[in-house]
């Protein structure tokens, strides 16, 4: 069964993220990640950037689905200021 930890350890290394929150609940991940790698990306490049480090996990079928939300440092302030509203 996929961890927290491996897929931490395989974003850190590939992203150097600014943040990382994963949840993993059996073969499904949820992924918040935060990286300035994303400034002037397309969302869909910014999905890929996280699943490449993954694809191995997702091939053998440890980790079945992802479920990812990709922000810029900019972005994920203000995601956060919303929330904090709510």
Same mark, same amino acid.
């Given at each position: 069964m996929i961890t927290t930890e491996?897929? !931490?350890t395989l974003l850190v290394s590939a992203l150097s993220p600014e943040d990382?929150?994963?949840k993993v609940d059996g073969s499904h991940a949820t992924i918040t990640v935060v990286s300035a790698a994303f400034a002037e990306l397309s969302? #869909? *490049? *910014?999905q890929q950037l996280v699943y490449a480090p993954l694809k191995e996990l997702i091939g053998s /079928?440890?980790? !079945?689905? #992802?479920s990812i939300k990709t922000?810029?440092? /900019?972005e994920w302030l203000r995601q956060k200021k919303l929330a904090n509203l709510s």
């Amino acid at each position: 069964m996929i961890t927290t930890e491996q897929i !931490h350890t395989l974003l850190v290394s590939a992203l150097s993220p600014e943040d990382l929150l994963i949840k993993v609940d059996g073969s499904h991940a949820t992924i918040t990640v935060v990286s300035a790698a994303f400034a002037e990306l397309s969302r #869909v *490049k *910014k999905q890929q950037l996280v699943y490449a480090p993954l694809k191995e996990l997702i091939g053998s /079928g440890e980790l !079945h689905a #992802v479920s990812i939300k990709t922000y810029t440092p /900019g972005e994920w302030l203000r995601q956060k200021k919303l929330a904090n509203l709510s």
